[in-house]
């Protein structure tokens, strides 16, 4: 079945060092979306990428899409400890059309 | 400014009872969903709809029954619940499907 998988796991880093999490998907995606979810949070979205070899950025944080729509990642210039969390990709699923299909997350940490 | 809220925030049951977790969202978005997060699997779609009387299972359905008689509330039941149904369970709702999903604060399960 479809896979959404997203690598590091975890990632532990110094404030100030740069943090980056891959998403690879096993089926081409119409659109990939990113979310961040706080400690004890909920999901919050931050952002939806579309064409093929799209970047944008918010900030400090850089989104990219593949050329081949399967993958995307997250870059963060210079981390701040407001930046702690987990990672989401997600993408629409091909076995639920009308739902997203999420990857397991990379949970950041940061020490400063 | 109520947006997604999701009732009750904690439930402790015993297996075998029935619970039902309650969402309720005030922007009349079509599209509804459930998830359920455990450590190590991200977040698992349960079931979604796509408008009032219209769900449909997501990727883990067993064990759980949804309806939707109204736009703005969908409820999720557990009919006999298990210990691996103890879970952090998420509802969220979007305009359409596939796009940015707007989560509750969630409710965390405890089945003993």
């Known amino acids: 079945g479809q896979q959404v998988m997203q690598i590091p796991q975890y990632q532990h880093v110094q404030e100030g060092e740069d943090f980056t999490t891959y998403c690879n998907s096993s089926t081409t995606l119409s659109n990939i979306q990113w979310y961040k979810q706080r400690p004890g949070g909920h999901p919050v979205f931050l952002i939806q990428?579309?064409?093929?070899?799209e970047v944008k950025k918010q900030k400090r944080l850089t989104f990219q899409f593949g050329e081949a729509k399967k993958n995307s990642s997250l870059h963060i210039t210079a981390t701040q400890t407001t930046d702690v969390g987990t990672y989401f990709c997600?993408?629409?699923?091909?076995?639920?059309?009308?739902?997203?299909?999420f990857g397991k997350g990379t949970t950041l940490s940061v020490s400063s | 400014d109520a947006g997604i809220t999701q009732s009750p925030r904690y439930k402790i049951t015993e297996t075998g009872r029935q619970v039902t977790l309650m969402c309720h969202q005030t922007w009349s978005h079509s599209y509804m969903f459930w998830y359920r997060q455990d450590l190590g699997h991200g977040l698992r779609l349960i079931y979604y709809s796509a408008a009032a009387d219209i769900t449909d299972k997501g990727e883990v359905p067993d064990g759980y029954v949804v309806s939707r008689s109204k736009t703005e509330n969908f409820p999720l039941t557990l009919e006999s619940a298990t210990r691996s149904q103890t879970s952090v369970y998420f509802c969220?709702?979007?305009?359409?499907?596939?796009?940015?999903?707007?989560f509750g604060q969630g409710t965390r399960l405890t089945v003993v």
């Open positions: 997600a993408g629409p699923s091909n076995q639920a059309g009308t739902a997203l299909i």
């Open positions: 990428l579309v064409k093929s070899g």
């Open positions: 969220a709702s979007s305009v359409t499907g596939n796009t940015e999903a707007f």
